[in-house]
């Protein structure tokens, strides 16, 4: 009789877990992947930054160019992540002088777009986050701006 008992009583407590799991660990988490897919497309698949609409690099990792016509991220002993494509307004105003000497873009148009950088990402961030230029982002828009000087950077 406990044996009856205990199987009768196992059966639909044995359904109601796979039913739970297969909610929990299956339906729950592709409901959650696909809310955050309309809600934020470009997360989804590596924040990816186009040049000519060719995928040229995320916007969440540092692209490395050892280029003196190019702001260089932070460096790896001052990012915990090694790939932190933000520097402080200071250090992309320091590099300045020598992005300008490299390409014989005026240092006033640089430092123009660095703080249009700096306030295209406090207007994202808003007023608590602090002040931060996001290299990949400057970098593309002088690839973009001034092409003569980056001939052969940006494909097409």
């Known amino acids: 009789m406990p044996l009856r008992f205990l199987l009768e009583h196992l ?48 916007k969440l990792i540092a692209e490395n160019i050892s280029s003196p016509k190019f ?21 992309a105003y320091g590099q300045a002088a020598s992005v300008a000497n490299a390409t014989g873009i005026p240092q006033s148009s640089l430092d123009y777009l660095i703080q249009q950088n700096i306030n295209t990402n406090a207007d994202q961030n808003g007023f608590l986050a602090p002040e931060y230029v996001d290299v ?8 973009q701006l001034y092409p ?9």
């Open 11 to 58: 059966r639909p407590l044995t359904v109601l877990l796979v039913l739970f799991v297969v909610l929990l660990m299956g339906v729950y988490p592709a409901t959650l992947a696909a809310i955050d897919l309309v809600e934020n497309p470009n997360a989804a698949i590596g924040s990816p930054m186009y040049c000519n609409g060719t995928a040229v690099g995320s």
């Open 71 to 91: 702001f260089e991220p932070r460096n790896a002993s001052a990012s915990d992540s090694e790939v932190d494509p933000d520097i402080t307004p200071a250090d």
């Open 148 to 156: 003569a000087a980056y001939a052969g950077f940006c494909p097409g």
């Open 136 to 143: 990949n982002a400057l970098n593309l828009a002088l690839v």
